[in-house]
């Protein structure tokens, strides 16, 4: 699956923002860590607002933070708010999609649609964050003289 850089940009923003509720931090900052233009994500921010899942705080070293429950929302949450995900197979509008095989085709991409969507719903930002904390503890023990077969163990 690719995804649109909006959708990036607000993975990154609500992965960043929930690794630390307490913080406030500026689209500038996220950006420069991530290497995404701040102009896109504070428009990108807006959607997550209006979405419950990060708030503005104005004001001096304001920000914002994230305000959802990241054992509650998932990966799907953040995603289906940018990409187009369930759309039906539209069998009367694609070349060819009205034959045997179209449809044919259309019920396994269906069915694969199923699938990824079961998979982002079933991963929470916290079981994220955990996964993301795991590697970075990882790539420490590899980089403080572990060799990488001691570190897996």
Known sequence: MKLQKATRCALFA????????????SATD???????SSNHLA?????LGRAGLVESVRGAGGGY???????RATLFDVIQLFEDIGS??????????????GQALCTV??????ISQATL?????????????WQ????????????PAEAVV
């Open 43 to 47: 428009k990108v921010l807006r959607d």
């Open 109 to 114: 991409m269906l069915e694969i649609d199923s």
């Open 14 to 25: 609500v992965l960043e923002l929930a690794g630390d509720p307490d913080r406030q931090l």
């Open 136 to 147: 970075q503890e990882r790539q420490e023990s590899v980089g403080a003289g572990d060799s």
């Open 121 to 133: 719903k079933s991963v929470t930002i916290d079981t994220l964050l955990k996964l993301s904390r």
């Open 30 to 36: 996220i950006a420069d860590k991530y290497g995404i």
């Open 88 to 101: 039906e197979c539209d069998i009367y509008n694609e070349p060819g999609a009205a034959t045997e095989i």
């Open 65 to 71: 933070r994230f305000s959802g429950n990241a054992k």
